[in-house]
């Protein structure tokens, strides 16, 4: 059911949609109050010293972002590529794009749950020279879940889950690819961390980017998103780590986490402070378990 919901909801122009966004925002915030005591404890924390005022008016806005966001989302999954390319603007791309007449170029993308990151999974896709292969976390919701994959690999991107990336790539090392992750999330108790400071408060990173990087010597860049208007984005691409051989895992994840955190204060309205990001405290993460390796890999419909 829900993947059909998603489907009538992107069947809409976007025009229209948006007035649909607008009533998300008030369910969200003002109705079923989802995750508001979230948001304002992760917000005081990240931003401490601002006025209740500024609190109140980011967290609109934040809301008024999400529902906006979710419907270009679902619009994505049926967005020409034309308009795609129209409203995600590049800035620096040339180190992964590359003449007919040349090898494709790799690399490694690490971002953050900032902007439109659906948009920003399939306009890279577009723009890379080597085919992309983006970690996702499967959805619980198998109907949103199918939604997702459909969206994220219409233009060529091969889907896969964070435990079986080392395999893939293992499989694929002879070809160049452009590897895509959305390195904010908290790792989960199995999972090794690296701690360190991020947005004024304690939080764990993991590790696997910058492995990762370490098998493939693949340069590492950084994704920004800057939002220039509703459904229109500036995409940049700085460079992290152009030979991860002369950065440490640890430097690597530390450089990533500065420029996540230049990126959310430039625009906090924008990045996904219903997450719970900071559950979770150090000591907790520093005890790890071995998981078995899955190979749950999904390649474009």
Not at 143 to 162: H, I, N, Y
Not at 189 to 216: C, D, S, V, Y
Request: glycine content about 6%; aromatic content about 12%.
């Amino acid at each position: 059911m829900t993947y059909w919901l998603y489907r009538t909801i992107a069947a809409l122009p976007l025009a229209y949609a948006y007035h649909l966004s607008t009533v998300i925002a008030w369910l969200t915030q003002s109705v079923v109050k989802y995750r508001v005591k979230t948001v304002d404890r992760n917000l005081r924390a990240a931003f401490p010293g601002e006025t209740d005022e500024w609190y109140l008016t980011t967290r609109k806005r934040f809301y008024k972002q999400f529902a906006e966001v979710a419907i270009e989302s679902l619009y994505g999954w049926r967005i020409p590529k034309a308009e795609l390319e129209e409203r995600m603007k590049l800035v620096g791309w040339e180190p992964l794009q590359a003449s007919s007449e040349t090898t494709p170029k790799p690399g490694i993308l690490l971002s953050i749950h900032h902007g439109n990151w659906e948009w920003l999974m399939q306009r890279a896709s577009l723009a890379a020279s080597a085919p992309l292969d983006g970690v996702y976390k499967p959805l619980h919701d198998k109907g949103a879940d199918r939604f997702a994959l459909e969206s994220r690999g219409r233009w060529g991107a091969t889907l896969v889950t964070m435990k079986a990336m080392g395999r893939h790539v293992l499989r694929n090392r002879r070809k160049p690819r452009v590897l895509a992750l959305l390195a904010d999330q908290a790792p989960g108790k199995r999972e090794t961390a690296h701690w360190t400071q991020f947005m004024n408060q304690p939080a764990g990173f993991f590790l696997g980017p910058a492995t990762l990087a370490n098998i493939t010597q693949y340069p590492v860049y950084f994704v920004r998103g800057k939002r220039l208007n509703r459904g229109y984005y500036e995409v940049e691409l700085i460079e992290i780590c152009r030979e991860p051989g002369t950065l440490s895992q640890e430097a690597l994840i530390e450089r990533y986490v500065e420029l996540a955190e230049e990126t959310i204060r430039s625009e906090p309205e924008s990045y996904l402070w219903s997450n719970r990001r900071w559950k979770r405290s150090p000591p907790q993460a520093t005890l790890t378990e071995s998981g078995a390796v899955s190979d749950e890999i999904q390649s474009n419909p």
